[in-house]
């Protein structure tokens, strides 16, 4: 019992830290407790959630995409072109997607075979995906789609938004897929020991390659969600997405250094990070707040893994 | 030498390799037959572990030949290796430390239900029998490998080798971190593998060890072949003189420069 309290004290941390902002908000604001306040926090997560999911994946292997916010943007721009060439909303969601494994992969293929440090690589092709945005649009949002797309960013099933079910169905599929799967388990022991799995007979090439394509999709996902809800694909759409994704991943738990992820940490970490948006919209505090008190819950998060490490490390000793 | 009329199951011809300027391995022969124990015997850095991950596939040799079973590969890799019966037990041991035994025993070799879902349940019995069966005893094979001692980590690994099933295992100073009581069980472990037809090749410091259990002594030094011989020709005092004479002759030949 205490041992597995131990392995899920940062996710403890997380929901305790959930609790106590939403008791608060609670009793400074009435409005926030409602089911309409509720579903705009879900709905406001949802893609940042698929994002991070994909994320979660790809920190687990070792390694960070910083180029995830500019595939968001580059897909968005290029379905956007699609649809206003006539193409029908299937097939241009489907060249979104497939651009988005497509870009995701190129990104495996190069931390792969050239052997530069992820960080510069992903960076540079960050810059690059980016400026080709922005050629492409001259700078201006791509507007104006037809109803059949919009519905997908704006839609509702019930009182569900579709995004919410589409981040549901990434979490739902993300824990088998990395838990109780051969290609999870590989891309765990990429980032625990990539000589592990290469002396054991298994291409690391095709892992990377895929998880960063796994990424990629999950950006696709994002660019069709937020240029259908803004009913606007822009070339500076998820401009510093990546980073808040990252942010989610490491405060939920998946370890910096890869090998250990965790799916439940990273969903409670996007929405805790969500409820103190919406708290602080509420409460009309300025949104500058809500950098800082992003950033010392990710410092105290880290502190949190830390000091579990170090616990470790004493008790080995 | 010259009594063997067998083919050798594993053998190295002219096996160069080379990291940047260093020259790991410089024209390396290296023979082992079936159902021996091979010691590979040199000082630290003379290129024992590039020669065995070079019979294993994990690094491709700058010229010359492996053989495995017969067969001539130009361009090895670790699964043709591994296909052929070569298991090997790394100096790094190649373990994921953030998996628990389990995960690392199984690594690469996944027991699955239905034919998708890793079988963890099954996986961690396997585990606990295998385990139980090479008397190894490891407290919590729940945990992570991280948090395992060097010498628990080490038995693990052999335990994965053995349970691989190949008939060539490859051990690199395999009970380097362990004490005298794992040590001397995991020497039972190999003799016992050795009875069972298994050809191992082992490298090792320990002296003892090596005229404990091995057929045939190969040294080597400085990425070169020196000698093999049967070791029941020779004793621990005579290989102790090989060794440090060649250090010496060396250490002469770069005085002389
Ligand atoms: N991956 C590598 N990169 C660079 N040099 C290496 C590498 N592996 C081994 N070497 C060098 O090759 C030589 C032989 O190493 P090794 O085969 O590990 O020796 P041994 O196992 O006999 O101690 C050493 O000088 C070592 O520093
Ligand atoms: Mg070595």
């Known amino acids: 019992m205490k041992k597995q309290l131990g392995k899920y004290s940062q996710q ?31 709905e406001a997560v949802s893609y940042r959630l698929i994002l991070a999911i994909g994320m979660t994946f790809v920190i687990a292997s070792g390694v960070m995409d910083l180029s995830a916010g500019s595939i968001v943007s580059l897909c968005g721009v290029i379905m956007a072109l699609a649809l206003h060439g006539g193409m029908p909303v299937p097939a241009a969601v489907a060249a979104g997607v497939l651009l988005g494994i497509a870009l995701g992969a190129v990104n495996g293929l190069l931390i792969h075979y050239t052997g530069i440090n992820f960080f510069i690589l992903t960076l540079a092709v960050s810059g690059m995906l980016r400026g080709i945005s922005l050629m492409i649009t001259d700078g201006k949002p791509i507007t104006k789609f037809g109803q059949d797309f ?24 993300s824990v088998p897929l990395m838990f109780h799967m051969k290609w999870g388990g590989y891309v765990l022991s990429l980032g625990g020991n990539r000589e592990a ?121 | 030498m010259g009594t063997d009329t067998r083919e050798p199951i594993v053998e190295m011809r002219h096996v160069k390799k080379a990291f940047g300027y260093i020259q790991a391995l410089e024209d390396m022969n290296f023979s082992a037959y079936p159902g021996e124990v091979t010691a590979i015997v040199g000082d630290n850095g003379s290129g024992k572990s590039t020669l065995i991950k070079i019979l294993t596939g994990c690094l491709k040799p700058d010229a010359g030949e492996v053989w495995i079973k017969g067969k001539c590969f130009s361009s090895l890799t670790v699964k043709q290796s591994m296909n052929e019966g070569v298991t090997a037990v790394y100096q790094d041991l190649a373990l994921d430390n953030c998996k628990d035994c389990a995960g690392n025993i199984f690594l690469g070799r996944e027991l699955l239900k239905f034919g998708i879902f890793l079988d963890h349940g099954r996986m961690r019995r396997k585990t606990e029998e295998l385990l139980e069966n090479l008397h190894i005893s490891i407290p919590d094979i729940t945990q992570p490998v991280e948090r395992m001692s060097g010498g628990q980590r080490q ?103």
């Open chain 2, 155 to 257: 038995a693990l690994a052999i335990a994965r080798a053995v349970d691989t099933g190949g008939d060539i295992l490859i051990f690199d100073e395999p009970t380097s971190a362990m004490g005298i009581k794992e040590t001397s069980r995991i020497m039972k472990l190999f003799a016992g593998l050795k009875e069972a037809g298994k050809t191992i090749i082992l490298i090792s410091h320990n002296l003892f060890q090596v005229f404990d259990i091995s057929d045939r002594i190969c040294v080597v030094h400085n990425g070169r072949f020196v000698d093999s011989f049967m070791t029941k020709d020779s004793s621990p005092q005579e290989l102790h003189k090989l060794i440090v004479e060649k250090e010496e002759e060396l250490s002469d030949e770069k005085a002389a420069w």
């Open chain 1, 197 to 317: 799995l290469v002396k054991s007979g298994i291409r690391a090439g095709f892992y990377r390659v895929t998880v960063h394509a796994l990424l990629g999709a999950a950006a696709a996902v994002v660019a069709v969600i937020i240029t259908a809800r803004l009913n606007s694909a822009e070339p500076n759409a998820g401009m510093n997405m990546e980073l808040d994704a990252i942010t989610a991943v490491v405060m939920g738990g998946t370890s910096i250094k890869g090998g250990k992820a965790s799916i439940a940490g990273t969903a409670l970490a996007v929405l805790i990070l969500g409820v103190i948006r919406n708290g602080l919209t509420l409460m009309s505090v300025s949104s500058d707040y809500q950098q800082w008190i992003t950033g010392f819950l990710l410092l105290v998060s880290v502190l949190i893994s830390e000091i579990k490490v170090y616990k470790i490390k004493a008790l080995i000793k």
């Open chain 1, 150 to 173: 919009i519905y997908l960013g704006i839609g509702r099933i019930g009182e569900i938004q579709l995004s919410v079910l589409f981040a549901a169905c990434f979490v739902l599929v």
């Open chain 1, 12 to 42: 403890i941390f997380l929901f305790a830290a959930m609790v106590i902002v939403c008791i608060l908000l609670t009793i400074r604001s009435e409005y926030f407790f409602t089911w309409k306040n509720i579903r705009n926090i879900l």
